[in-house]
């Protein structure tokens, strides 16, 4: 009963058109003062104590390093290297664009900077060289969204945050998913380029190609920084955040010499704005999962499930499409904030392992940040490419699709995302 109070409240809260935050906030104030006997007190120092976890401190770090990259010359030097690689092959700028997602993604952390990085550099690139603009605006939506997959994350420290996860062994485990979604959207791209007969480029010597890495590789060694760190155990995550911000003002100021420095105070100002809108996100969201947890919700729900004879095959399949339809109506870090307290103690009790469960929930919000009718990344596809939401949802199909099988396979195939974290924790 306490429980269908609590979410009709929700939708009806959301329905208004009200922020998701505020949504969460009034829901908890409202139920607590009118159906509970909890003191104010308790509100106010679960606000406080709700974002005292050190990993929190990562998500400002991650969010900071991401738009020094964006606003820097990293993207069009990766596109470069990427072109140089793959270039020659069927639809090869569109190849390279998926390519340079990947490269930008172990950079950034964030599926939205990799659309505007990469989609701002390679789409007009494409349209110039005959490539239709329906398909590069289906690459680069698709692409852009290996950003939350491939580490380091945001969706990752957020679903982490949620569920007292590793960091790090989420950061592990999205490697080996992310390189599959990669070459899986590759390939849709190269299958579709060879059938439609789409340009190709010449293919570039090898020197060429060694003088594209080496413009690229103060970029990429950010990958070896934040991953290498992080597994020798020289730092934790958060403090693996802090160093990529550090490194990529560094190496966009000082090495490429593309930002001035009257610039930096804009970038910081708009990561201050990013980071203290995802902060209040969360804030609400773990008051919201101390209202479930103090009714006693997660548990009766996966007694319930238990009682009904839901399997791990059933439970993973409702997951998902519970996330799909949440994708429709809500932003992923909404999403994982809501739904992972929730899910995550009926997931244990059916013994799915909570590193692979945390991997099924990013590539479901990749999904859903692909789609309408709050798909991020079309949003911010759209503003690059002046297209409009239903024409990009048309544009996406034959990619989405292939994400959605890639969905069935990280949901069944649990050592995809297990294998690496296990081998390298031996």
Known sequence: MNASIIFLLLIVLMLTGMPISISLGLTVLTFLFTLTQVPIES????????????????????????NFLTHGGVARRMIRFATS?????????????????????????????????????????????????????????????????IPPSIAM?????????????????????????????????WYLARKNNHPR??????????????????????????????????????????????????????????????????VLLDSASMSAMLLYIITNAVLFSFLMTSENIPQAMADWMIAQGFGPVAFLLVVNVLLLLAGNVMEPSSIILIMAPILFPVAIKLGIDPVHFGILIVVNMEVGMCHPPVGLNLYVASGITKMGISELTVAVWPWLLTMLLFLGVVTYWPALSLWLPHLLMR
């Open 201 to 266: 480029l010449a293919k570039a010597s090898w020197g060429e190609r060694w003088t594209a890495f080496r413009e690229s590789a103060w970029g990429l060694f950010l990958v070896v920084i934040v991953m290498g760190g992080i597994y020798s155990g020289i730092f934790t995550p958060t403090e693996a955040a802090a160093m990529a911000a550090v490194y990529a003002f560094i190496v966009t100021v000082f090495i490429y010499k593309d930002m001035p420095l009257k610039r930096i105070p804009k």
């Open 157 to 189: 420290v957020m679903y982490s945050v949620s569920t007292n996860v590793s960091v790090g062994t989420m950061f592990i485990a999205g490697i080996v998913p992310g390189i599959g979604l990669a070459a899986a959207l590759g390939f849709t791209t």
């Open 43 to 66: 509100v106010a120092l679960k606000l406080f104590t709700g974002i005292e976890k050190f990993e929190i401190m990562a998500i400002p770090f991650f969010i900071l390093a991401g």
């Open 85 to 149: 690689m793959v270039g020659h092959w069927h639809g090869g700028l569109g190849l390279a664009g998926v390519m340079a997602c990947a490269l930008f993604a172990a950079v950034s952390g964030s599926s939205p900077a990799c659309v505007v990085a990469i989609g701002s550099v390679i789409l007009p690139a494409m349209v110039k060289q005959g490539f239709p603009k329906k398909f590069g605006a289906g690459v680069i939506t698709t692409s852009g969204a290996l950003g939350i997959l």
